[in-house]
């Protein structure tokens, strides 16, 4: 009578056993994307600007660099950008030596994306001054800081550490006449980085449409 564990049973299941623990092996191998943290090191990344020349986060090092997920079909993009409180940060930092990166995060077929010449236009047209504009099409860039809406912004000082992650300002609204109002977290980071003070609040809760991954 054949049972269960008879030879060739035994062998199938020594099989099965090696397989499932070079399986498991693999997956214990294969790093976990880290989680941004403020007080951390800023995850490296690199990316491809609309002119084609590629950016690494580790070759800023030592200067300050703002990032800054966007999508101009957003309303809370719209927002800062159609009062001008987007372009005037961002001239603001350029002019101290900050480097701001814009990122579009946006798949092909999704709401915000775009081609390189659509987005120079957009940069032009809206009077906006990033050092560069990122494309991010495949969400690489996106999944490794949890970008989560736009705008979402990180600021990395000149060390290479994060230092505050979240919301634009305190106002989370489409409205344009709230930009008056609202505490500009972009603003008080900035200006804590650049006296050496401890950005407070170094990380609060974005807000904005969903980033279209």
């Known amino acids: 009578m054949r ?16 397989g ?15 989680v941004p943290q403020i007080g951390n090191a800023a995850p490296d990344f690199t990316g491809t600007d609309t002119n084609g020349k590629t950016h690494q986060l580790k070759d ?3 200067t300050t660099v703002v990032l800054e ?31 701001w990166l814009s990122i579009i ?16 236009e957009l940069t032009r047209s809206r009077d906006a ?6 494309l991010d099409a495949e969400g690489t860039i996106g999944q490794i800081y949890r970008a989560r809406t736009t705008p979402h912004i990180f600021i990395i000082d000149s ?19 709230d930009v008056e109002k609202a505490n500009n977290y972009v603003r008080t980071t900035l200006s ?6 401890a950005v407070d609040p170094a990380s609060t809760k974005p807000y904005g449409c969903s980033v279209k991954y």
Request: glycine share 8%; hydrophobic share 40%; charged share 15%.
């Open 159 to 177: 060390e290479g550490t994060l230092v505050y992650m979240g919301a634009i300002d305190d106002v989370p609204s489409a409205r344009w006449s």
């Open 129 to 134: 001054a990033p050092s560069a504009v990122i």
């Open 105 to 120: 995060s946006s798949a092909p077929g999704k709401q915000g994306h775009v081609s390189p010449e659509q987005a120079d």
């Open 69 to 99: 997920w966007t999508n101009h079909e957003c309303p809370f993009v719209d927002k800062h950008y159609g009062t001008g409180n987007m372009q005037a940060l961002q001239k603001e930092a350029t002019s101290k030596d900050v480097v």
């Open 20 to 34: 499932a623990t070079c399986l498991l092996a693999l997956v214990l191998s294969v790093p976990a994307l880290a």
């Open 192 to 197: 804590a980085v650049s006296a050496g003070q």
């Open 60 to 62: 800023f090092r030592g």
């Open 3 to 18: 049972t269960f564990c008879s030879a060739g049973n035994r062998t199938r299941l020594r099989i099965a056993l090696l």
